[in-house]
Nanobody, 117 residues
């Protein structure tokens, strides 16, 4: 069982920045990958960014060149730096960890990000 604790999020004006953090209860190198998903009102959950244990980063086209996923392995923490935020980035953001040969998913509690003037 992997526990994920998120922090960050909040209200920001268009063009602003926010950083989300997600700390895992075990070494991130025991996981296949960690990443962030989001669910906007009335929409399905979508992958935002993912970082494999080997360090490969994947981004959705909608956030590429604006968001950056990174990690601090000493802290078992993954970050999502979000720049040039747009109103359409408004959503609940969920940290995800994927573990094991069966690729089981674990989820954080969710963080609200609201982009509005």
């Amino acid at each position: 069982q992997v526990q994920l604790v998120e922090s960050g999020g909040g209200l920001v004006q268009p063009g602003g920045s926010l950083r989300l953090s997600c700390t895992a209860s075990e070494s991130i190198f025991t996981l296949n990958a960690m990443g962030w998903y989001r669910r906007a009102p009335g929409k399905e959950r979508e992958l935002v960014a993912q970082l494999t244990s080997g360090g490969t980063a994947l981004y959705s086209d909608s956030v590429k060149d604006r968001f950056t996923i990174s990690r601090d392995s000493a802290k078992n923490t993954v970050y999502l730096q979000m720049n040039s935020l747009k109103p359409e980035d408004t959503a609940v953001y969920y940290c995800n960890a994927n573990k094991g040969a069966l690729y089981r998913d674990y989820w954080g509690q969710g963080s609200q990000v609201t982009v509005s003037s």
